[in-house]
């Protein structure tokens, strides 16, 4: 234990020592309030996937239970950036959005700027920070999210940017407050970080070794989401199928969706990802007996040739992929299947191309995200020689586009005319008379509905189907 300033006592144990920082956070905060004779306001921008969309709701729990007001938009007295490296453009919405928040910060000299996530990992981006970007209150990264309370206290004694990145942190802590996004769904984390170094990939350097959380804290998590009003939830890691392998007692992604099936009240369970070297016949099993796991898989491809696949170090070849997909489909006929793929990977010939195009064919994705190869420093794959020319990785994506689209339309039109479940998940953004759900198999439906459906699972009739979605009615 440490004594701070004026003797009290700080925890040394989490989450204690988090709710001790809160409270001192919050009186900082009413003390500002005093003097300006104002609330304060917060907005979090998430960029990325669902990993930091989580991370972010961890930050607005923190932030609310301080005493910061909620905003719309990113004119407030607080502003956190989570942000996203996977991709460059990725790096470069950031770059170019935070020159608009300073914009702000020139007219509201209480704002606060904090930068955090995967980007801040890296260290050609804190030494850009450093030069370029001095307005930037704090900076910290993706092991220290659970910190945010204590690293604000901290940053304050800082004149420039206050700069946290930790390059690893095995603890997981629980019990912190959050805020769920949507009261109808919520995300779950079941692990952390990723072990599979894929040559292309710089999750594993910003996000870390593997962790999973024990499976009683997963369940206990469930159980109190379906208590504040959850129908579904989505498990969430970067490779789920090796889940719970280096728990002190092991237990297998299978049996987790098994014991998250049981549940009391919760209704609708998906997952992401899926990753298929440890794709097992016990998860396709797991799936099919279910009664609340979502018939719908999400299974990257990332190439559908051989060699390039080993290139990238992704265990699995062609032959294996595809058999997969038909085991799939075999054991769950109804299931939809997802993938993603990277084109123009370094080294890739037409004929590796034409074995992607022809995996997209065979195994007729539901839906497909395609990606152009991006060069991530720090990555194998960026220090090939055989990089490929620009114009040619946008001849080859624009194919791939027009094959995964033509099929996932033809998918989709299968459907037409049949009654399925929707989970009512929001207002139609295009008709204020219409609300937007979605099927078992991820795919979105508008219908004509008030705002008193959503969160609600109801039979819905698939009118017409407008390539990737549908036009429905509510069966009464
Ligand atoms: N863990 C997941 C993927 C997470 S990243 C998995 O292994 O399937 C999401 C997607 O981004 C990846 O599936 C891949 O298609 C894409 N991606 C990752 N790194 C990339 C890069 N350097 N260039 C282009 N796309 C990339
Ligand atoms: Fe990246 Fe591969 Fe890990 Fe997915 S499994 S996060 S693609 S390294
Ligand atoms: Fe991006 Fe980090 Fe997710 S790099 S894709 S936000 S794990």
Not at 203 to 223: A, C, F, L, T, W
Not at 421 to 427: N, S, T
Request: net charge negative; charged share 30%; glycine share 6%.
């Amino acid at each position: 234990m440490v004594r701070s300033e004026n003797r009290e006592i700080i925890p040394d144990t989490e989450p204690e020592r988090q709710l001790f920082f809160i409270n001192k956070d919050r009186e900082i905060l009413l003390e500002k309030e005093k003097e300006l004779g104002r609330q304060l306001t917060y907005h979090v921008t998430t960029f990325g996937c669902q990993m930091n969309a989580r991370d972010s709701e961890k930050l607005r729990g923190v932030l609310n239970e301080i005493g910061y007001i909620p905003s719309e938009d990113e004119n407030a007295d607080l502003v956190i950036y989570n942000t996203c490296t996977v991709r460059e453009n990725a790096d470069n919405r950031v770059f170019g959005r935070i020159g608009v928040l300073s914009g702000y910060k020139k007219k509201n000299p209480e704002m606060k700027i904090y930068l955090c996530g995967c980007m801040m990992q890296e260290k050609r981006i804190i030494e850009k920070i450093r030069k370029s970007y001095p307005f930037i209150d704090m900076v910290f990264g993706t092991f220290n999210v659970y910190r945010l309370a204590e690293l604000m206290y901290m940053s304050r004694q800082s004149d420039s940017t206050a700069i946290f990145v930790e390059e690893s942190d095995d603890r997981i802590v629980e019990d912190l407050p959050e805020v769920q996004t949507y009261s109808f769904k919520a995300g779950v984390n079941i692990m952390y970080g990723c072990n599979n170094f894929c040559s292309y990939c710089i999750v594993p350097y910003v996000r870390g070794r593997e962790r999973s959380r024990k499976p009683i804290d997963v369940i206990r998590e469930i159980e109190r989401d379906v208590q504040s009003g959850a129908v579904e939830v989505m498990l969430l890691g970067q490779n789920v199928n090796s889940y719970g392998k280096t728990l002190d007692e092991p237990v297998s992604f299978s049996d987790l969706l098994r014991m998250a099936d049981k549940v009391d009240g919760i209704k609708r369970i998906r997952f992401m990802t899926s990753h298929p070297k440890d794709l097992s016949d016990d998860l396709i099993k797991a799936i099919a007996e279910s009664e609340h796991v979502c018939h719908h898989i999400h299974l990257p491809l990332q190439s559908g040739s051989s060699r390039i696949l080993s290139d990238m170090n992704r265990h699995y070849d062609k032959e294996k992929y595809l058999s997969l997909v038909e085991k799939i489909r075999k054991n769950i006929p109804d299931a939809s299947i997802s993938t993603d793929i990277i084109v123009g990977y370094p080294g890739e010939t037409e004929e590796d191309f034409e074995e992607t195009m022809d995996v997209v064919r065979t195994a007729r994705f539901d839906s497909a995200f395609t990606f152009e190869y991006s060069k991530r420093s720090g990555t194998r794959a960026a220090l090939s020689e055989n990089q490929i020319p620009a114009e040619v990785v946008k001849d080859r994506f624009q194919r791939l586009l027009q094959e995964v689209q033509t099929i996932g339309r033809e998918k989709a039109m299968e459907l037409e005319g049949s009654v399925k479940d929707v989970l009512i998940e929001e207002i139609d953004r295009e008709d204020p008379f219409s609300v937007t759900g979605r099927l078992d198999n991820n795919s979105v439906v508008h219908l004509k509905g008030s705002k008193d459906l959503i969160g609600k699972i109801i039979p819905v009739r698939l009118d017409e189907c407008r390539g990737f979605y549908y036009m429905g009615t509510a069966v009464v």
